[in-house]
């Protein structure tokens, strides 16, 4: 299973990446994208909108099946990446680099209440029982 | 309660085969790329288990006769032996039981090939039927029999590359028409839209023709390509575009119905007193997004509702079969509610692709 360390994640299967401007990126993970399989849409929220922690703020949707991606922690949309909007099937390709969305957090330390990879990883195995 | 599996289960897990529960039958979705399958059905050669179908052998002299009150489309249609022949099997208020292919084989010997899920349901309907009609003949299910779908432009030089002693007996077969070769049948059927066959096979021999077909170049394709190739190809599939509450009429089934004066069959009076209100229609998505089944779609004339949509990979674009009020028409631009949208699509007539090719416009 592809888990990077260095990344944060969420039980809804999102990975977080903080950045060096403080703000940061979010996408699905490798074991999200393998469980969907073929994407073919995906819906970004627009740049300048506030999240709230755990509000559904974009959806992929694969061949098999639509899936809401959730905010993994408040804040404000700063950017969104348009190249897989136009391209899903970057997720499926390298689901680390195809990112999603940035946020510029309310409270960085948010951040340090996500899950690491570690616990990822036992979040991911609990399921599979 | 345990998952039902085939005799090709073992084989694959070790394809690689995502695997999941369809209607109690644990079943691979897909072995990588859903989409790189169904490509490579329309374009190549790709194989499918569909084991967890029931063949039913219906044997006697009073089989012919027995089945013209049992199914709405008329087994008189079958006069050549192999012959096939698709129908629905209804209720008598009309609703489908099943749809289900019906394939001549002897005066005395009629074989059908049933949904699974539905199966069980279905030979006891058959069985209680023949009871009550004391019909001549006798209803034998055949879960021993193992069925592999090879479909797609490539697929009969393959099934004859690894079945040579079969070539003599297929090579003229039309299409809907199948031979035995042995105790093996033949069918030059599918649910793809393209070319190829359906083999029913004793299970103990499915491994290893499963194993020749995937040397000789027959791509392992799940249920997943199997159900964006039947979307495309503008085939119903049972408990989404109809079920027992749902007319034949109003599936997109009327071609399957006989109403030849003086035919009797169970669900005949009702289907003739019910006002037909609904159609089937294809939607092509003109907006970005995947059209799903149960979505709702508002016309000009009233409500309807997706039956079944997806990405179609042949076209690039969404696609969906719906049940719509009659009087929408071909080129309507009608809307659809996806989560918090109205996305616009148009009505066109299915099927959507078959043999490699668009059959609609895309612009």
Redesign the interface.
Same mark, same amino acid.
């Given at each position: 299973m592809n888990i990077p360390s260095d990344l944060k994640y969420t039980a809804s299967h999102e990975w977080v990446r903080v950045e060096g401007d403080g703000t940061v990126t979010v996408g699905i993970t490798d074991h999200a994208q393998d469980l969907l399989?073929?994407m =073919?849409?995906v819906?970004n929220p627009a740049a300048g909108r506030k999240l709230k922690a755990g509000e559904e703020c974009a959806?992929v949707?694969s =061949?098999?099946a639509?899936s809401d991606v959730y905010a993994p922690i408040a804040g404000e949309v700063v950017d969104a990446n348009s190249d897989v909007e136009a391209s899903p099937e970057l997720i499926?390709q390298d689901a680390y680099g195809a990112w999603m969305f940035r946020i510029k957090p309310d409270n960085a330390a948010d951040v340090d209440a996500l899950l690491d990879a570690a616990g990822y990883k036992a979040q991911v195995e609990s399921e599979a029982h | 309660m345990s998952l039902k599996q085939t005799p090709l289960n073992a084989v694959h897990r070790e394809m690689g085969a995502r695997m999941v529960d369809f209607g109690g039958w644990d079943m691979p979705v897909n072995y990588g790329s859903q989409i790189e399958e169904h490509n490579t059905v329309r374009n190549s050669v790709g194989m499918f288990d569909v084991s967890h179908m029931r063949v039913v052998d219906i044997r006697g002299a009073g089989t012919r006769a027995f089945l013209r009150g049992l199914v709405a489309n008329n087994v008189d249609k079958l006069k050549e032996a192999g012959k096939a022949l698709y129908s629905c099997m209804l209720n008598p208020a009309g609703g489908v039981i099943d749809d289900l292919i019906i394939y001549f084989l002897t005066e005395d010997y009629f074989r059908i090939v049933v949904n699974a899920g539905t199966a069980d349901k279905d030979v006891a309907w058959m069985q209680q039927q023949a009871k009550e009609c004391n019909a001549d003949c006798v209803i034998t299910p055949k879960p021993e029999l193992a069925m592999i779908a090879v479909q797609g432009p490539k697929a009969w030089e393959t099934v004859w590359q690894v079945l040579p002693q079969a070539k003599a007996a297929t090579e003229k077969l039309k299409p809907f028409q199948a031979a035995f070769v042995g105790e093996w049948m033949l069918a030059r059927t599918g649910y793809t839209g393209e070319d190829g066959t359906e083999i029913m096979l004793p299970a103990a021999e499915a491994e290893g023709l499963w194993r020749k077909l995937a040397a000789a170049g027959a791509a392992p394709a799940g249920l997943g390509a199997r159900d964006t190739l039947r979307l495309e190809a503008g085939m119903n599939l049972y408990g989404q575009d109809m079920d027992e509450d749902t007319s034949p009429l109003e599936a997109g089934l009327a071609w399957t119905v006989d109403l030849t004066p003086g035919r009797a069959f169970i669900g005949r009076a009702a289907l003739e007193q019910n006002p037909v209100k609904r159609q089937m229609v294809g939607l092509l998505l003109l907006d970005k997004g995947v059209l799903r089944g149960h979505q709702l779609v508002q016309t000009a004339h009233g409500a309807g509702e997706i039956t079944s949509g997806s990405f179609a990979p042949t076209l690039n674009r969404s696609i969906a079969m719906a049940r719509v009020p009659v009087g929408v028409a071909i080129g309507d631009e009608v809307k659809v509610e996806v989560r918090d949208k109205l996305l616009s699509a148009r009505v066109v007539k299915y099927p959507f692709a078959r043999q490699g090719k668009a059959l609609i416009a895309l612009d």
């Open positions: 399989g073929d =073919v849409f819906e959806v949707e =061949v098999k639509a499926n | -």
